[in-house]
């Protein structure tokens, strides 16, 4: 798989903005289902337009995201999940609702899964089943897999247990997408068992001077880079007028410049 196509200079520097119904909240929190098509798409366009000259790749929606970015002149991933997750007996079902054969007629270059994981739920097993599915059928259809693992319950080091069940399930994709795995040592793990398969880190709900540390640590320990979404931008999400063209055209800007950095350290 052609994962070069990913990068400047061998680091993911990667934009995400496959959002759906959590852009809505952010928009509207009290009444996201007021939030019109026009006002997505119009929202999701202004940030890749702040950002399209920095970043090396990115992450958008087929609903929304794939008219916001009409010209796509660089690399990009869709999602193959369905947007959130089912929940069963309070557990998070990650359900599949694109093939790879389909995106890969939209002009993909990759695809995402969101996998919700506990290793010690019970559906951790359906789970697992889920991405291997996924993975196999874009092996199948040549598209690099990047697999997003999103942890959630009480035990610790969840990011470091989950990616040693997909592994011992035989599941390793062309890209690992990570939550900051609490510590130094935890990212010196993961990049000890990611081997030759590169981790990149994700953004959360998160401030951006919180991701920022996250970064700092992460790629000194071995991470290959990031795909952020919420921490970055989330803000504009509220904004309007002269403070919204502001933080499009200085703050965002300069947040990814400051990440980009970080790469080079």
């Known amino acids: ?25 952010l928009i509207n929190p009290k009444n996201p289902e007021l ?15 702040s950002l399209e000259d920095q970043f090396s790749g990115l992450l958008i929606d087929q609903n929304w995201g794939l008219k916001a970015y009409p010209q796509r002149k660089k690399p990009f991933l869709l999602p193959v999940e369905r947007s959130g997750y089912l929940d069963k007996n309070g557990e998070r079902v990650t359900e599949l609702e694109y093939s790879a054969q389909h995106i890969k007629e939209l002009g993909v270059s990759g695809a995402k899964l969101l996998i919700y994981f506990n290793p010690n739920a019970q559906n ?23 697999l997003e693992i999103v942890t959630y319950g009480e035990e610790e080091n969840l990011v470091i247990n989950s990616l040693k069940k997909f592994q011992e ?21 993961i990049t000890v068992m990611s081997g030759e ?28 880079g990031f795909l952020a979404g919420r921490a970055l931008w989330q803000e504009v999400c509220r904004l309007n007028g002269l403070e919204k063209e502001k933080f499009l055209k200085e703050t965002l800007p300069e947040r990814f410049k400051i990440l980009t950095e970080i790469m080079q350290l």
């Open 124 to 146: 951790a097993t359906l789970q697992l089943q889920t991405a291997k599915t996924a993975l196999e059928d874009c092996q199948n259809n040549n598209l690099p897999l990047f």
């Open 197 to 224: 398969t590169p981790w990149i880190l994700l953004t959360g709900g998160q401030s951006f001077e919180e991701f920022k540390s996250e970064l700092e640590i992460a790629v000194k320990e071995g991470a290959k």
């Open 35 to 49: 939030v019109t098509d026009g006002e997505m798409i119009s929202l999701k366009s202004e940030i890749i337009k």
């Open 169 to 189: 399930a035989g599941i390793v994709p062309d890209v690992w997408k990570l939550e900051y795995p609490g510590n130094l040592e935890n990212c010196q793990k």
């Open 1 to 25: 798989m052609n994962l070069d196509q990913f990068t400047l200079n061998g680091k993911f520097l990667m934009l995400a903005l496959d959002h759906r119904g959590s852009f809505k909240k």
